[in-house]
């Protein structure tokens, strides 16, 4: 009983932090890349979709939920969509997709624990995967709804993504670099 009750706060603990990293990130992200937006919500470098991707390959389900309440409130609070629908389905999207990439990885890649067999050029392949899944997913969505794709906004949601990842990648390659203590000729370049 103990046991489940400690992966309980576990998981709500992963839940909390991505919610949080996602929030703060797309609100750097309108900072800093403002001037960069295609239109509301659609940005061509999008730092977010990294988190997104990090979230599903760390903590898996725990990402996902997490992805889809921050979604789920930046939908209905921040960003002006036309219908609830389109808000909720928005959210299904930005997490689903990435949490997709992240099960089609882990399935081909035979993911162990501590994301075992996750080489370089894995990652590399994951990332583009998770910048194509969820811009296709709002799109699709989209389409589901009025018949109509925005091939503009797609590309641009697309290739937001894609640059986001790879960002967050390096800051997180970078991060990790620089804080490894069994790496200690890394401090002295």
Not at 104 to 127: M, S
Not at 130 to 144: E, I, K, R, T
Request: glycine residues 10%; charged residues 15%.
């Amino acid at each position: 009983m103990v046991d489940l009750k400690e992966r309980a706060v576990k998981h709500l603990g992963y839940v909390g932090i991505t919610i949080i990293t996602f929030i703060g990130l797309n609100w750097i992200n309108e900072v800093v890349f403002i001037q960069l937006e295609q239109s509301n919500g659609i940005n061509w470098v999008f730092l977010p979709a990294g988190i997104r991707l990090l979230a599903t390959l760390l903590f898996g389900f725990a990402g996902f939920a997490g992805l889809l309440l921050a979604s789920l409130y930046l939908n209905f609070h921040h960003f002006v969509f036309q219908d609830d629908v389109r808000a909720v389905s928005g959210a299904v999207a930005a997490a689903g997709g990435p949490y997709l990439a992240y099960l089609f990885a882990k399935h081909w890649f035979d993911l162990g624990p501590r994301l075992r067999n996750l080489t370089a050029q894995r990652l590399l392949f994951t990332g583009v995967l998770c910048g194509l899944m969820s811009p296709v997913f709002h799109h699709a969505f989209m389409w589901v709804q009025t018949g109509l794709v925005d091939w503009t906004a797609l590309i641009a949601m697309i290739t937001g993504d894609i640059v986001g990842i790879l960002i967050v990648l390096c800051i997180a390659k970078g991060l990790i670099t620089l804080t490894d203590p069994r790496d200690v000729d890394a401090h002295l370049d």
